[in-house]
Each structure stands twice: as C-alpha cells, then as structure tokens.
C-alpha cells in the first residue's frame, strides 16, 4: 500500500457527475465536500459560459486555491472530497503537492453520453462547444498513484459505494466510518 489517502478528487470531464458523485462520497464516508465550481473566478465562468475553454494560465490560480482548500480542511482535521475536473496530469500534481495523500476517483464517460448529458443540463456555465475541449484537454490517469477509475454510467449508490470501499482498503477511511 501506498501513503494513507487523507483526500479525494472527484474528476472527470463537464457532466461526468463530480459534484454528485462527491456529495455522495462524502455523505457515506462523514467526509466533507468542497465544490471546486464555487472557486472559479467569474472571468473564468464568463469565458466558458461563451464556449471558450480555458487555458493552463487561467485554471492556475484556481487550482491553487483548490489546494489550500483541501490542505486546510485535512488540517482541521476533516477528510475532504473535492469536485474538480483535474483534466492534465500537472493539474492533479499540483493538488497533490499541496495534500500528500491524496487520491482521486476519475469518472470515465464517452463523448456520446457527455454530449447527450450537457444538453440535458439546465442554467450551468458549460456549454455543449467546450465537449471537444474537455476530452482534447484530458489526459487520463491511467498510470498515476491513488487513481480509482469508474464508470460513470453506474448508479450514483454504486458508484459511491465502490469509491468509499477503495478509500477504506487505501487507509483513508476506518472500519467504523
């Protein structure tokens, strides 16, 4: 086993279900969870609500303050679940450097489904033309520590339910919780 997980990321491209499958997450474990949607500064919001995507430069600061986030809720002693895409591989290194066992639940969608959910969304920033930059941007965590990939088609209870169950064999989680 690798270093204790003290965090998660639930990450994944727009629609994969983060915020949902965090808030579960974290009803299941007693863990707390942080919206990563919440910290974007309303220039960013604006950029991607027009369909442009946003650059390395403009997740920069955001993904700092995503990291100070989780590096103060671990200190408090809470066991966070933060919603973030976490789409390069530098971005989930980033957090991880501010929060030492940290591990990540990467939700994994096809295009089709994502397109097809982002339609179906009503009043979020982001818009169907940025589909093709979420998966042009991702670069999957396949070979990375402390990764657990799941279908994100699976029922949120499932997919819950596996990704708590993984945090407790990774020692993130005790038996009672």
């Keep these: 086993m690798q270093q204790r997980i003290t965090a998660l990321v639930v990450m994944g491209v727009t629609a994969c279900g983060k915020s949902t499958i965090a808030e579960a997450i974290a009803r299941r474990a007693g863990a707390v969870h942080i919206e990563g949607d ?9 950029k991607m609500r027009s369909g442009q995507p946003l ?5 920069a600061g955001w993904l700092a303050r995503l990291g100070e986030e ?4 671990v200190r408090a002693g809470q066991r966070p679940v933060l919603s973030c895409s976490a789409l390069k591989r530098r971005y989930r290194d980033q957090l991880r450097a501010a929060v030492p066992g940290l591990g ?16 179906a969304r ?6 169907l033309e940025l589909v ?3 998966f042009a941007t991702l670069e999957r965590p396949s070979d990375e520590p402390a990764v657990l990939t ?24 005790d038996d009672a919780d």
Excluded: C, K, Y
Aim: overall charge negative; cysteine-free.
């Design 38 to 46: 919440q910290f974007h500064g309303s220039a960013n919001i604006e």
């Design 55 to 59: 650059t390395d430069e403009d997740r």
């Design 70 to 73: 989780l590096a103060a809720a």
């Design 104 to 119: 990540f639940v990467f939700l994994d969608l096809d295009p089709d489904e994502v397109r097809r959910r982002v339609s």
């Design 122 to 127: 009503q009043g979020h920033f982001m818009s």
């Design 132 to 134: 093709d930059s979420q």
């Design 150 to 173: 799941v279908d994100a088609t699976l029922p949120i209870a499932a997919i819950s339910r596996q990704a708590v169950a993984w945090w407790r064999a990774e020692g993130g989680l």
